[in-house]
């Protein structure tokens, strides 16, 4: 028998069966905008230590569903644990985001990385999962989630953020074979860190593919999609009794959803340049859609958070498959009372779509 | 009688009549990985200088023609020169790009604003294309250019560059009747200008969207398109005896090209993100296209560039309405024998695809 969940909304939403109303949750929820993670970060010192710290991480992942009726919650961790797992050497520098002391750039250092193993070399995500998941009791679901390996290769081979992934890209044209075998070795790397979340307790994962809309569309199915694909495959399809659904976020991706729609996830996350009404258009009822106000709608009044929030939900219409989310994460400059708007709007306005469901 | 021009592939590529080659020219051809661009941006100091002097504009303009084989020359300027002519204070921070003194950020500086007189205010940029035209003799035709009005408002609202728009869209959801007026004296500045350039020897115009794709579908409609629309309608269709073909570019817009036909442009510009084929079968004969190779592909060894060009022609297939272009800007970092290589391509590889024509 399954554990409790007293709000399984979201579960069903990514499954295309009836709900009562529109779940929602934001991404980067737990995050700067909230004065009471700011000053756990403040206690923490630095970042990394939030996310190495299981207490720390899971006292922030709860902090957003203390204060708002979020329908899940997710686990407080970066995408560059793999990465510095692998032995890169991950920091964070103030203003700067995020930067690898010993970047890959080569087939030289690529043969060298390992698949790290989950509970030995990222042991501390996964106490992080299981004491989430005791704290929530069963409230909602907890999602899991990996950074997609050709979003991963761009910070190891960039060795940070980068504007013109200028190097990824002259590794992808001058040796595209190094280039497959870092990918392959993060997909499998990816594959056992996100199996590994979930035997520990995540009910739901997400792929954050960030920066597969900077890729041609071709190279986008042979250097992002594929992969993602076959990490994928590789996971259980239930656990605990549960479906454990797949949720595939590109950024920047809106004009390849129907291709997408062949990755066997359950859902596809939208970023706010696509209109979600058309996207349903064209993925039909192969998957849910998750998504899409434009995070910056969140700086307006109240009212008008709930106009644009009113204007995604009637745009989607009627029925179920839509987990209402923002099309990026909520940025720090946002007040909290508007994070609570959005919410509230979605809680009102979402029911009349589920009526005679 | 129109002036003489010796080279009119492109006019013909942008009007969809037959042509013998594909004309491929590239945005920022008269840039920084030119080493005879750095030695006269040497020379004049600084940025600014380059563009408000029309003896450096035009040599600078004139360098890769004399590097290259290439079917048209761009005016050197900058798409900020007209808040420049506003007030705004325009300088280039080393590293940082473009800063504006005197940013506008609410309704009362934006009531403020007038329309540059293009002869009057912006005379430096006229002088150059009068220069650049009596330099150039007839060899190629000048594409004259300027930022869509919504591109140049993120600038003047951000203050310089930006990664979120989070002040733009602010205003954009907190008073957007203040950004509807700050796009109308734009609108109006661009029409004025472009017709200005044109009446000074423009022979085709540009207009860069560079940061349309950065809205939702419904805002780039009312915010980017419909203003790009009347700067179109405002302008002349022929100007010396020969039409004045106009170039759209948005770049992060490959998913709204079917709404961009209407916009009355001659050619839509494409970004790498698209392919180039797909664009065709959605635009059909409304439009040429132009674009779309990835800049990043400059950074390959020439073999490899030679292919992705070949991709580029083979996906666009048979045919006129293309013009071979990079998908954004040229990088400082490519070295110049790989644009050769590129230019080099286009003129061995697209004659098969426009025999019998």
Redesign the interface.
């Known amino acids: 028998m399954p554990s409790r969940l007293d709000n399984d909304l979201m579960l069903r939403a990514l499954l295309r069966e009836p709900v009562e109303r529109t779940p929602v949750w934001m991404m980067r929820q737990a995050g700067r905008y909230l004065p009471e993670y700011r000053e756990v970060r403040a206690r923490a010192g630095d970042f990394m230590t939030l996310c190495t710290t299981p207490e720390y991480a899971c006292e922030v992942t709860l902090q957003p569903l203390d204060r708002f009726p979020l329908d899940a919650a997710i686990l407080f961790s970066d995408i560059l644990t793999i990465p510095d797992a692998m032995g890169l050497g991950l920091s964070f520098v103030h203003g700067e985001g995020p930067q690898f002391e010993r970047p890959v750039r080569d087939a030289r250092s690529i043969q060298r990385l390992g698949v790290p193993d989950p509970e030995d070399d990222l042991g501390y995500v996964m106490d992080a999962v299981r004491l989430i998941r005791s704290e929530l009791d069963g409230r909602v679901p907890l999602i899991g989630f990996a950074g997609s390996p050709w979003t991963l290769a761009t910070y190891m081979v960039e060795g940070g953020s980068s504007r013109?992934?200028?190097r990824i890209?002259?590794l992808?044209?001058?040796d595209p074979v190094a280039l497959h075998m870092l990918l392959t070795v993060l997909a499998e790397s990816v594959a056992a860190y996100l199996k590994a979340q979930i035997e520990a307790g995540a009910q739901i994962v997400q792929i954050f593919d960030t920066w597969g809309?900077?890729?041609?569309?071709?190279?986008y199915r042979e250097f992002s999609l594929d992969y993602m694909t076959h990490i994928i495959e590789a996971l259980p399809e239930s656990n605990d009794g549960r479906p454990v659904p797949v949720i595939l976020f590109t950024k920047?991706g809106?004009?390849w959803l129907e291709t997408m729609v062949g990755s066997g996830a359950d859902c596809l996350g939208l970023d706010?340049?696509?209109?979600i009404g058309?996207a349903r258009d064209r993925v039909g009822d192969r998957v849910a859609l998750q998504g899409n106000l434009?995070p910056?709608?969140l700086?307006?009044?109240p009212e008008?958070i709930r106009e644009?929030v009113a204007g995604v939900l009637a745009s989607f219409g009627q029925g179920s498959g839509h987990v209402f989310n923002l099309g990026h994460g909520i940025?720090p400059?946002v007040p909290p009372e508007h994070a609570a708007a959005m919410i509230e709007a979605v809680h009102a306005l979402s029911p009349s779509y589920h009526e005679g469901s």
């Open positions: 013109t992934f200028s890209k002259a992808r044209y001058e809309g900077v890729l041609t569309p071709s190279d920047g809106g004009a706010w340049t696509v209109d058309d434009d910056a709608a700086l307006a009044h008008h644009a940025t400059e």
